[in-house]
């Protein structure tokens, strides 16, 4: 199929910046290694117990939010048996 | 409790994200770090308004054709909670982004610019305001069935300017939000890593089940109410 010549154009410029980022994601990567030994991840702080504080946290909020929930669904489906027995 | 077995599958599989999302084996990427794992709340709130908006028109067009007013209303409480998951996906992308694109040489006010242009938010915030103004139309309008009517038909607007507003004019453009453009993992049509989709998949399942019991207990609440006013 001919490609229009703006294609190409396009097709130009989506490679170069596919290549700039690229270049820029192996340039962070590499001022990363020189200055630590891998990518600064959160491994060893957070592994070591407070990445169970975070889950807990927000198991917590998850909890509050399903209990208001099924208070709430508990109150309506009683309220629908009331109105289907009127 | 009504219809448990989906409801008890929505609590389960969202304690398995916050879980495995923390816990599991993440790509390490150079900038995102730790914070890919926002893929599992951030993307699902947007994958989630998604479905629900679907809901959402499949039901005003339900009812364009049966005129069963059960189904304009659950057209009208599917779109609320997904404007709803549509309003925190965007929160929850402002404080992902805060933490890792934005340049943090530049004071805050200069960077919410370069990043406000990006397309894909603009796009989401005028999807986002059409929904607005489909809750806007709904209480302009009295009569009961012409509202019903007339937001239906609406209804199958708004969510038509969905995909060219969220979907295709981010990926054409030259966009500067993650993912369109190779970004490994984040590409969640073909480039994330099988230890993400684990957790992403059935989060998306998670999310989407909470809007879906969300809506029904608004639709209940307001059917009921209903029938006590004309009871």
Redesign the interface.
């Known amino acids: 199929m001919d490609r229009h010549p703006s294609d190409q154009i396009g097709d130009i ?2 490679k170069k ?2 290549l700039m ?1 690229w270049t820029l ?1 192996l340039l ?2 590499l001022m ?1 290694l020189s200055a630590f030994a ?5 491994d060893k702080m ?1 592994s070591e117990g407070r ?1 169970y504080v ?2 807990a946290v ?2 917590t909020i ?1 909890g509050g939010i ?1 209990m208001y ?2 208070r ?3 109150k ?2 009683q ?2 048996k009331q ?1 289907n027995q ?1 | ?2 219809q448990v077995w989906w ?1 008890a599958a929505a ?1 389960l599989l ?2 398995y994200t ?2 495995a999302g ?2 599991g084996p993440v790509p ?4 995102l ?2 914070t890919i794992r926002n893929l599992y709340f951030h993307v699902c709130m947007w994958f989630g308004m998604m479905i629900l908006f679907t809901v959402s028109v499949v039901q005003a067009i339900r009812y364009l054709r049966n005129m069963d007013r059960r189904h304009d209303l659950a057209s009208r409480h599917f779109a609320g909670v997904g404007m709803l998951y549509g309003i925190l996906g965007y929160a929850t992308g402002a404080i992902w982004a805060a933490y890792t694109w934005a340049d943090p040489n530049v004071p805050f006010v200069e960077s919410f610019s370069t990043i406000a242009r990006d397309p894909k938010l603009i796009g989401a915030a005028v999807s986002l305001l059409v929904y607005f103004a489909y809750l806007v139309l709904r209480d302009s309008i009295p009569d009961v069935d012409k509202r019903a009517r007339i937001s239906a038909v609406y209804n199958i607007f708004a969510y038509a300017i969905l995909f060219p507003a969220i979907w295709i004019l981010p990926r054409v453009l ?1 966009s500067l939000h993650p993912g369109q ?3 490994p993992a984040l590409d969640v049509k073909n480039d994330i890593s099988a230890s993400m989709r684990m957790v992403f998949y059935p989060a998306v399942v998670g999310w989407t089940l909470l809007g879906v ?2 809506a029904t ?1 608004r639709i ?2 307001e059917i ?1 109410k209903e ?2 006013l004309t ?1």
């Not at chain 1, 891998?38 to 959160?42: D, I, K, L, W």
């Not at chain 2, 390490?28 to 900038?31: A, G, S």
Request: aromatic share 4%; net charge positive.
């Open positions: 410029k989506r910046s596919y980022k994601a962070g990567l990363h891998e990518v600064n991840m959160a957070r990445i975070v889950i927000m198991l998850l399903i929930l099924v709430l669904d508990k309506i489906s309220a629908e109105n009127k | 409790m009504h409801k609590i969202l304690t916050i879980t923390l816990l390490q990427l150079p900038l770090q730790e030259e453009d190779g970004n019991w969300i207990l209940r609440l009921l029938k006590n009871s």
